[in-house]
């Protein structure tokens, strides 16, 4: 369906389908770029809408950005780098541009919302997509309920110096942390889920008023601690080394996936050939100037050790700079609706990637089920809101990051050689947006993302281990029967 004004997407001239006979071949089948474009909006009972413009769309990738490495992860990164964050944030900020270049260029060529995995799709092959797929339930699912941790941490912040009064720790941490149940974390996805099940383009609308906010919260935030920095607080810069600097930019990388989440909208952009390609470039221009900005005046105002365990670290430091609680409240009630946006987009990102799986045959048709009046994927949101929100209130946040991080970094891997693929095996197809320098540039984006899994830790490759065995037991068992391009074969 098409708003007035809407363009839709060209769909390029056919592909010759490859053969699929032999075990081998079926693994490999790719889904046609035209076939992709073609489906776009299409699932069981109704149609996704487009009404989301250039605007929109930036501020999904700011409001999915913008916020979790600052507000919620920097008092996890810089025990691990000190002072030396501001290059993790630059490191993590270069890697993400490169995979940015690759996912605009595949967003303007295939918009549509599955993303890395439909990408991949295109040009390499089932299994790789559903190994992409799967990374991209691990990046956003985890994601949702890594940020959700930190939501509740600030929302005590804001109970505290307003009413004076805190969520008891057996109703606000996890297991694991002193509590037995995060009810906060639970409570912010639920009221996600909300905004989400009213429609696309009202859930936009609210995000941008909270992109707004959160925006405005680091902007005053940076006026008031910028007059508590001590020149001793930057030294010694890099204590525990580059290893530190590396292993601290590998965590905050979970914090630019942001366009990711915008590439996700492909299905529901007004003119997503045009729009997705610029609003990716300029969110992630956006984000990682606040973040090094705000991370440069965070470590100035406060002692670099005196980070360890503050998952609030932004709040407390305007506190003891102003040596006034009003301050802290203030950036407090900043962050409560600057967090709750990242999980609102997010959760978006979340539902749109399962609901092109579905639509492919490869996960349960429940998830491409679109809501007639609202253009909705109703059972979808629930679901996946109802388990994120679990998943929120059961697991502390480091391991939520570190395990975030490693999916998102082989997804956009994954993205970097799709650009190259595709170049070599449709030159001749129209791209809105073309990376510079190819395969150069993809190659380092490739290349940047292997560095950094690498500097993860041995128990989060672990995790990433399992998650994958139990991903290619779904596949073998469900998917790849049930496959609508292999029961097209039959």
Aim: proline share 6%; glycine share 12%; hydrophobic share 50%.
């Amino acid at each position: 369906m098409l708003e007035h004004g809407a363009a839709p997407p060209t769909i390029p001239r056919p592909e010759p389908e490859p053969p699929a006979s032999g075990f081998g071949a079926r693994l490999m089948r790719r889904k046609p770029v035209e076939r992709l474009v073609a489906e776009g909006g299409q699932g069981a009972g109704g149609s996704l809408r487009r009404s989301l413009g250039m605007w929109q769309l930036t501020m999904i990738s700011i409001g999915a950005t913008l916020g979790t490495g600052i507000f919620v992860v920097l008092g996890e990164a810089v025990p691990d780098a000190g002072p030396a964050v501001v290059v993790s944030f630059v490191i993590a900020g270069l890697t993400a541009l490169f995979s940015a270049l690759s996912y605009a260029e595949l967003a303007g060529t295939i918009p549509v919302s599955g993303s890395s995995y439909s990408y991949a799709y295109a040009t390499m092959g089932e299994l790789i997509a559903w190994v992409c797929g799967w990374c991209l339930i691990l990046e956003y699912g985890v994601s949702v309920a890594a940020v959700a941790v930190g939501w509740g941490e600030y929302l005590n912040e804001l109970l505290d110096g307003t009413l004076g009064i805190t969520i008891p720790d057996a109703l606000s941490a996890p297991p694991g942390d002193g509590g037995i149940f995060n009810l906060p974390a639970l409570l912010v996805v639920l009221l996600a889920m909300a905004f989400l099940l009213g429609g696309a383009k009202e859930s936009a609308r609210a995000n941008t008023v909270m992109v707004g906010v959160k925006i405005a919260a680091l902007i005053l935030f940076c006026a008031v601690a910028f007059t508590g920095i001590r020149a001793g607080n930057y030294t010694p810069f890099m204590p525990l080394g580059m290893a530190g600097v590396s292993a601290a930019g590998a965590t905050l990388f979970f914090s630019y996936i942001g366009f990711d989440a915008a590439s996700t909208a492909g299905e529901e952009a007004k003119n997503p050939q045009r729009d997705l390609p610029r609003a990716i470039m300029l969110s992630l221009v956006i984000v990682t100037a606040l973040y090094c900005v705000v991370a440069a005046v965070a470590v100035g105002a406060l002692p670099w050790k005196q980070f360890d365990g503050s998952e609030a670290a932004l709040s407390g430091i305007m506190e003891k700079v102003t040596g006034q609680s009003f301050w802290g409240v203030l950036l407090a009630a900043g962050a409560v609706v600057a967090i709750a946006s990242v999980v609102l987009t997010v959760l978006y990102g979340q539902t749109r990637i399962l609901f092109a799986m579905s639509r492919d045959g490869l996960v349960p048709k429940v998830f491409s089920t679109v809501h007639a009046r609202t253009g909705v994927p109703r059972a979808n949101t629930v679901i996946v809101s109802l388990f994120c929100g679990v998943l929120a209130a059961a697991i502390p946040l480091g391991q939520l990051a570190d395990a975030t991080s490693i999916g998102t970094l082989f997804a956009f891997g994954l993205v970097n050689i799709a650009v190259i693929v595709l170049r070599r095996t449709r030159p001749t197809m129209e791209r809105t947006f073309r990376v510079p320098l190819s395969p150069l540039f993809p190659l380092i984006g490739l290349g940047l993302c292997l560095w950094m899994m690498g500097s993860l830790e041995v128990v989060t490759w672990v995790v990433f281990g399992v998650w994958m065995a139990v991903g290619l037991v779904l596949y073998f068992g469900y998917g790849m029967r049930r496959s609508r391009l292999a029961t097209a074969e039959k």
